[in-house]
């Protein structure tokens, strides 16, 4: 069984994490390190839990115990155990603190997003830096274009997302974050991105608009996406807009596309902002890193479907 630690236990994402750890086959939760809570149930923090496995909160961390980490704060602990991790052969790390972007020498991290960077993940890697929630589905949405070298040198970007994560995105950062990876894809990529926050409800589900110039016709560009994301377990495309409560729960992305001109694409990409970029993301990266099945533990489905008057709705005037 792969021994489990999570600095910063304590924080709502860990909670999320802990939602899916607990049903892995192939883990067990060693230690949930949280010193202000020592002692304390995870159910007097993370109210989900009422009722259901007991484990407490310490502030006792032994790494030699375990087999992966990960980071949900920015404590000077967490950035300690990165640097002790390096002379530590049998720990991996992986990083969601929310200041893990705030210094670029962090990405001597793989990026632990496994639609663009699956080989490295898989391929002794011992470390992985969780996407951002933004990140995440604007580099499912434009990555199969930029390794087509279709990009062009400025994307127009709208986040469509609940209230309580909208007000906490820095565009100018996670625009950094989305052209350092398309670049990769891409050199000539001119790295501008114009980003957009549309706050709106309070669900789980995030939509990623993305506009740009595009001649390619509709055809080739969905021929291009199956090519690139056939044989991958968690990322789809449809002819169709698919709802947040169709992905909301579930590590899913759902891609579609429309051509609104000639020379136009719009690329609307929708998945789970808890998940991806989240405790999905952290938990598919830590499956590559031990060569599990990167489904094991995330073969989750969806609370609610939408309704098929409202599915019919949307189709229409997607495409009028």
Same mark, same amino acid.
């Given at each position: 069984m792969i021994k489990i630690g999570i600095i910063g236990a304590d924080k709502p994402d860990a909670g999320e994490l802990l939602r899916l750890l607990l049903n892995?086959?192939?883990v067990e939760v060693e230690t949930l390190y949280a010193p202000t809570l020592s002692g304390r149930q995870i159910s007097s923090c993370h109210h989900g839990f009422i009722g259901e496995r007991i484990m407490n909160f310490t502030d006792r961390l032994d790494l030699s115990k375990l087999d992966v980490i990960f980071i949900m704060d920015d404590s000077e602990i967490g950035r300690s155990v990165i640097e002790k991790a390096l002379d530590m052969e049998q720990l991996r &790390?992986?990083?969601l603190s929310p200041g893990r972007f705030d210094d670029w020498s962090t990405m001597e991290m793989e990026y632990g997003l496994s639609e663009i960077n699956r080989k490295p993940l898989v391929r002794g890697a011992?470390? !992985?830096i969780v996407p951002t929630p933004v990140a995440s589905l604007a580099l499912?949405? %434009?990555y199969p274009l930029a390794t087509n070298l279709l990009l062009p040198s400025e994307i127009s970007l709208t986040v469509v997302a609940?209230?309580?994560?909208?007000k906490g995105i820095d565009p100018k950062k996670v625009s950094d974050e989305i052209a350092r990876q398309l670049k990769q894809a891409q050199n000539s990529f001119g790295g501008k991105i114009n980003m957009k926050i549309v706050s709106e409800g309070r669900g789980r589900s995030m939509r990623v608009i993305a506009s740009m110039t595009c001649p390619v016709a509709i055809a080739e560009i969905d021929r291009i996406y199956d090519s690139i994301y056939d044989d991958h377990s =968690?990322?789809?495309? !449809? %002819? !169709?807009? &698919?709802g947040g409560e169709e992905v909301e729960g579930t590590q899913k992305c759902v891609v579609s596309f429309c051509k609104p001109g000639a020379d136009l694409i719009e690329i609307e990409a929708v998945g789970d902002c808890h998940l991806r970029g989240g405790a999905g993301d952290a938990l598919h990266a830590m499956n590559l890193l031990f060569a599990l099945h990167e489904k094991v533990g995330l073969n989750l489905?969806? !609370?609610? =479907?939408?309704?098929i008057g409202e599915a019919s709705s949307r189709q229409a005037s997607w495409f009028a």
């Open positions: 892995h086959p192939e &790390v992986i990083d011992r470390m !992985s499912i949405a %434009l609940p209230e309580n994560l909208a =968690f990322a789809y495309t !449809s %002819l !169709s807009k &698919v489905k969806p !609370s609610r =479907f939408g309704d």
